[in-house]
């Protein structure tokens, strides 16, 4: 019972780096990437829809995005959600496509997205060590329930510690690879 709550653990853990993979992902840089529209919904016939569902993103160069939208009628929605967005983009729209230009960011501009990245690690490193305590409590419950013994309690905690220290190390890694992108010239 004990391995499978490490596993559940591990599971948790794997999830919550995974989900900062996905904010990141959010982030702009400067190059231009389909990936930071995820989080756009558009108001598609009185619906919130996400934006990639109603239409196809495209990237020709490394500073533009061209939008084509499956419904031409819904161009004026994506083009309000885009500009209502906090990614300060402004599209364009010549009636069949939506073209985003990517400006290059200023200086100011990268540090203030390596902040925020920084705090979004932060807040995985926090969930990860939540998860942590969680597991090393119904450990130490299972021990005072005479469940399993002293030893394995250390042993369960060891492997909880180890476990932890991988994810936290997987964080710091992600977020040494976004720093240098969004660094980059």
Do not use: W
Not at 118 to 138: G, L, W
Not at 160 to 177: G, P
Request: net charge negative.
């Amino acid at each position: 019972m004990t391995q499978h709550d490490l596993a559940d653990a591990k599971d948790r853990m794997s999830r919550a780096v995974a989900s900062l993979g996905h904010e990141f992902a959010g982030v702009r840089t400067g190059r231009a990437s389909g990936s930071i529209f995820e989080k756009i919904s558009v108001e598609y016939y009185g619906v919130p829809t996400p934006m990639l569902q109603i239409a196809s993103v495209s990237s020709p160069e490394a500073q533009l995005l061209v939008i084509s939208p499956y419904d031409k009628s819904a161009m004026p929605a994506i083009e309000k959600a885009i500009l209502a967005s906090d990614l300060g983009l402004n599209p364009s729209n010549d009636g069949n496509v939506i073209r985003v230009p990517f400006p290059p960011l200023t200086e100011e501009r990268r540090k203030d997205l390596v902040k925020l990245c920084k705090q979004y690690a932060e807040e995985a490193r926090v969930a990860i060590r939540n998860i942590r305590r969680d597991s090393n409590e119904y450990f130490k419950n299972q021990e005072k329930e005479h469940e399993i013994s002293q030893d394995d309690l250390h042993r369960l905690e060891a492997d909880v510690q180890k476990t932890t220290d991988s994810f936290i190390a997987d964080i710091d890694e992600l977020l040494k690879r976004k720093e240098q992108e969004i660094m980059e010239v």
